[in-house]
């Protein structure tokens, strides 16, 4: 008795070692490679019948399997793959199963239908004799399901439904063909192209006359609105690649690579011209998509852009750019009638499309804009078009102005404006201060709105109004290179731009900002999740692009205001050719305000001293320059380097040059480094146990 324990007790730590080494999950690859050898065994048994292993095996495979030996091959070869995938066991069996379920049924299906099964198709056959023949194959059809979603798993519902679905439709074309045949139209270069409007080489843009004009917009006072005749209309002229010869070039192009298409439609833009390419059947839009260098190529244009496909139609937009852009006038987009007629007050002409028409928006809805380009793109001129349109419908009464341009020239020239609560502000200091009030401001029209019963802006002059009381103008604050600020202050900037574009739109506080370099150091995520209206000049790098739009195609843009707009309006980027404004335009329309002030007292005008709101916030400021643990650090610092810069407190701290300088004039004035001499690093006058002191004096 004592033995055979022991033989038994041999025998199942055997069974043990052998299960843990089978289920191990080294073993995998080992077993997948097995398999695909004796699957290849298999193959070479079944066509090469003739040497003596191999004859012996094809007569077992066709006796015992019949003509599924095929199938057992490439379910071996399936296993393996399982096996490669590095699935768990578990998996692994299930999808085996999942292959022999199918093997089965394709076993029984050769038997049934040929007497081809083998001995094992003999013995599913059997099961007929219980269920009858319908009813054993029905049996194992319904196995072979359950065998593909144990292999496919919910995947094989999706294939399952999509291919009937694809029936489905073939169906139904195909009762339509029988009732009504269509005759096939000739695709190719030698089909004429049919346009919707007729074209010249030399296309004239068309503005349409205003049947009214407003002048009961805004509150009947004491100042006069700029007639429209001050700003410039002319001809809006393009001269337009050969239509005919450039579309024989694509489609002689892309039938080089075996692709049939035609072109439907052209639309002779501004500053490019649109050609609709419809893809022939069965013709993959990323195989066209490939060739987009090649067609640019075969026509000689840098810049050429693919719509795929073109909003709302069922085709390719291949956009060429114009031999000779048109210049699109502000005046012209003025003196139309959805600008002139509309009660919208910071409606702008964002442009015009591809296809010619006016593109307007507005601010009020937006509530926010983000403009962004490099420079010469058009983006500085498309500010001067906002404020031109601005000032086109409103008085000082209905809108104030906040002019940031750390560049200095480029919003000088509205310093006249009646509009401006201060001058444009250059120094990034000012900025900051403006920034503050502006904040405080916003919380102060909450409060107004609240004690009123407001909920908005609108709502709260809509009664001001019927009590014959003053209204709030509202504030559109434009900077014109954003980056300089964000490199100075950073997150003091970036936090105090977010409040505002989170909660100002209720009180008519607006923001524009611009920068020519859309880094994510400079709009980042939390901005551009904040103002969702941008628009995008041309950048340097498909980066750039999608750091605005979060899309590429700002790059290949033309420049000269070719521009991306995107909006909350908009599915998709908007190609819009932006207006242009003459520095000769802008002097005409401010001097038309200010010529007005004279009739207008002081007190009327609401202007804001900046003197006032400095000693306010500059003390604030200095209070975030002299933070307890900032300050103290910038002191040990220069203190332990025995010498005091600012590129020195950059470094260390990780600050910007306007708050290192900031905690320099403080130490300055504590008497703890001396005086600047000239490019020399400052002196410091005091020692390690001096400043401890000092610190213990203030605690």
Request: glycine share 6%.
């Amino acid at each position: 008795m004592g033995k055979n324990n022991k033989k038994s007790k041999i025998k199942t730590d055997w069974f043990e070692k052998i299960k843990v080494i089978l289920l191990s999950e080294n073993f995998k690859p080992f077993l997948g490679w097995f398999l695909i050898f004796l699957s290849f065994f298999l193959l070479i048994s079944i066509f090469s019948p003739y040497g003596k292993i191999t004859s012996k095996i094809n007569l077992f495979l066709i006796r015992f399997f019949g003509w599924s030996e095929y199938f057992l091959v490439f379910s071996f070869l399936g296993l393996a793959y399982f096996l490669f995938k590095n699935l768990k066991w578990f998996d692994v069996f299930k999808r085996g199963f999942g292959l022999l379920f199918l093997f089965f049924f394709i076993n029984f299906y050769f038997h049934y239908f040929f007497r081809e099964g083998g001995i094992l198709g003999s013995l599913l056959f059997s099961l007929s004799f219980a269920l009858g023949s319908l009813g054993a194959f029905i049996f194992y059809f319904l196995l072979s399901f359950f065998g593909a979603w144990l292999i496919f798993e919910n995947k094989f519902i999706e294939i399952f439904l999509n291919l009937f679905y694809q029936v489905k439709q073939e169906t139904e074309k195909i009762k339509l063909i029988k009732k009504e045949p269509v005759e096939a139209p000739l695709k190719g270069v030698k089909q004429e192209i049919k346009l919707e409007k007729e074209f010249k080489e030399k296309k004239e843009l068309k503005t349409e006359k205003p049947k009214i004009n407003f002048r009961k917009i805004i509150q009947q006072g004491k100042w006069e609105l700029p007639p429209v005749e001050i700003l410039k209309q002319a001809k809006e002229e393009v001269i337009a690649p050969d239509v005919k010869k450039t579309s024989e070039i694509i489609l002689k192009t892309l039938e080089s690579f075996e692709i049939k298409a035609e072109i439907v439609n052209v639309e002779i833009g501004p500053a490019v011209t649109r050609f609709s390419l419809k893809p022939g059947e069965g013709i993959k839009l990323s195989k066209i998509i490939s060739l987009q260098n090649d067609i640019a190529l075969a026509l000689g244009v840098p810049n050429l852009v693919l719509e795929t496909p073109v909003p709302g139609r069922a085709v390719i937009g291949i956009e060429v750019p114009n031999i000779k852009p048109a210049v699109v006038r502000i005046g012209n987009l003025i003196n139309s009638p959805e600008f002139l007629n509309s009660d919208e007050l910071l409606l702008f002409p964002v442009g015009r499309k591809i296809n010619g028409e006016a593109y307007f928006a507005d601010l009020a809805k937006m509530p926010h804009l983000l403009i962004a380009g490099t420079t010469g793109s058009g983006k500085s001129i498309f500010i001067h078009n906002l404020l031109i349109s601005f000032l086109m419908k409103n008085t000082p009464e209905t809108l104030n102005l906040l002019l940031i341009d750390p560049k200095r020239v480029e919003l000088i020239n509205y310093q006249s404006l009646p509009h401006l609560l201060l001058e444009p502000v250059t120094d990034l200091k000012k900025a900051l201060i403006v920034f503050n009030w502006l904040v405080e401001e916003m919380e102060n029209r909450y409060q107004l709105l609240e004690a009123s019963g407001s909920r908005d802006i609108d709502s709260y002059n809509r009664k001001q109004i019927q009590k014959k009381e003053k209204i709030i103008p509202r504030i559109v604050l434009i900077i014109d290179e954003m980056a300089d600020l964000m490199v100075t202050y950073g997150s003091s900037v970036e936090t105090m731009i977010i409040r505002l574009a989170q909660m100002a739109r209720a009180t008519g506080i607006h923001l524009i900002l611009a920068t020519q370099r859309p880094s994510v150091d400079i709009v980042t995520g939390l901005i551009k999740a904040n103002i969702p209206n941008r628009i995008c000049f041309k950048v340097a790098s498909q980066i750039d692009s999608r750091t605005v739009l979060d899309v590429s195609g700002a790059e290949k843009l033309i420049g000269s205001g070719d521009a991306l707009f995107i909006s909350t309006e908009l599915h998709f980027p908007l190609r819009i050719k932006t207006p242009f404004v003459s520095e000769e335009e802008i002097h005409r329309v401010v001097k038309f305000w200010s010529q007005q002030i004279e009739k207008i007292s002081p007190e009327e005008l609401q202007k804001i001293s900046f003197e006032e709101i400095e000693r306010k916030f500059l003390p604030v400021l200095d209070e975030e320059a002299e933070d307890s643990e900032l300050f103290k650090q910038a002191v040990y610092i220069v203190v332990n380097a025995g010498k005091a810069s600012t590129s020195l407190l950059q470094r260390k701290l990780k600050i910007g040059y306007a708050r290192a300088a900031r905690l320099l004039d403080l130490m300055e004035e504590r008497g703890i480094i001396g005086p600047q001499e000239g490019s020399k690093p400052r002196r410091v006058l005091v020692t390690p146990e001096e400043v401890e002191e000092l610190f213990k004096e203030e605690a």
